[in-house]
């Protein structure tokens, strides 16, 4: 039977290696090797060669549609609602043509459905890409830096992972965290290299869950750990996303860490995270790799936007 003293020394060390842990994770925010001045992250590795290159991949024309149709009954995170209100606004008929119109008004937040996370919206105790602090960049009238009005249209190579064959379940069961083994395994099998200037996408199965269980939808969530987003940050993509609301496992591989993952991609290597991408039909034909094309609203100032980006093949 172990000695007090022995239970007290195993307890300090493992006290000792969480809080090491946890440390590794709440490290400095780096500066960005782009310069003081970066606001796009990863999206520098965009050029005009790496389109040229991307395009390559169109074969057939076959345009595919990845964001989603949104509503007031689409399930968001927590606090957000979405809702369109739709005026006539000037009733009268004008001219002899007898001319009318309407007009939307959107009401909710911008981060229900199909969206993208830009490096405002992630941050390691309030600092976020390229050391930039909330305080110096917050206003309610939108971010004064890294705000994604910065960013480019994102056109580059797109890759989809398919995780559900790979697991061979419907709906990769939630917590199921990925890991670099598990993305070169199913790399392999597709025949995907993953490469510098990438977009690269999960298909975990978790949007056949909206509309049908909005609370299991909601409440968690299959995808990659920490060790895979290190891999994916420095192979250089530019982005990375899947389809559900969390990108990365939820629960988390450690619990005592709140979204590791997306923070880690935006801190750290200043990767766009886009959540809710709709992959199934460039599954079903086999299009692992594509053209991908994504532009997106300019909202001075937001963090995060509804997008609906587009793959080629």
Do not use: C
């Amino acid at each position: 039977m172990k000695s007090l003293k022995q239970k007290l020394r195993n307890g300090i060390v493992a006290i000792a290696l969480t809080i090491g842990f946890i440390n590794v994770y709440a490290q400095k925010v780096p500066m960005s090797p782009y310069g003081p001045d970066d606001e796009i992250g990863a999206l520098n590795l965009i050029t005009q060669e790496s389109v040229l290159n991307a395009m390559k991949l169109v074969k057939n024309g076959k345009v595919y549609r990845l964001g989603m149709v949104v509503n007031e009954k689409t399930p968001a995170f927590r606090h957000r609602y979405f809702h369109i209100e739709t005026l006539q606004p000037e009733t009268k008929a004008e001219g002899s043509n007898k001319f009318t119109y309407v007009d939307d008004q959107l009401i909710g937040w911008t981060g229900v459905g199909s969206q993208i996370n830009g490096l405002s919206h992630y941050g390691r105790d309030n600092v976020h890409y390229n050391g930039h602090k909330v305080e110096d960049f917050l206003s309610v009238r939108g971010v004064k830096k890294l705000g994604l009005e910065k960013l480019p249209p994102i056109v580059a190579r797109g890759v989809v992972l398919d995780m559900r064959s790979y697991y061979n379940q419907d709906i990769v069961k939630e917590g199921t965290v990925f890991s670099v083994k598990d993305i070169e395994n199913v790399a392999k099998k597709q025949g995907t290299e993953i490469r510098k200037g990438d977009v690269v996408l999960f298909y975990t199965g978790w949007t056949k869950l909206m509309g049908v269980d909005n609370e299991r939808y909601l409440a968690g969530g299959a995808g990659i750990g920490t060790e895979a987003a290190r891999y994916l940050g420095e192979k250089g993509v530019v982005a990375v996303g899947a389809d559900n609301w969390s990108f990365e496992a939820v629960p988390h591989e450690n619990a005592n860490l709140s979204f590791p993952v997306n923070q880690m991609m935006a801190t750290e290597f200043g990767v766009q995270v886009l959540e809710n991408i709709l992959v199934d039909e460039l599954v079903a034909d086999k299009a692992f790799e594509f053209l991908f094309i994504l532009g997106h609203p300019l909202y001075e100032g937001s963090t995060q936007v509804q997008i609906n980006p587009v793959g080629i093949r």
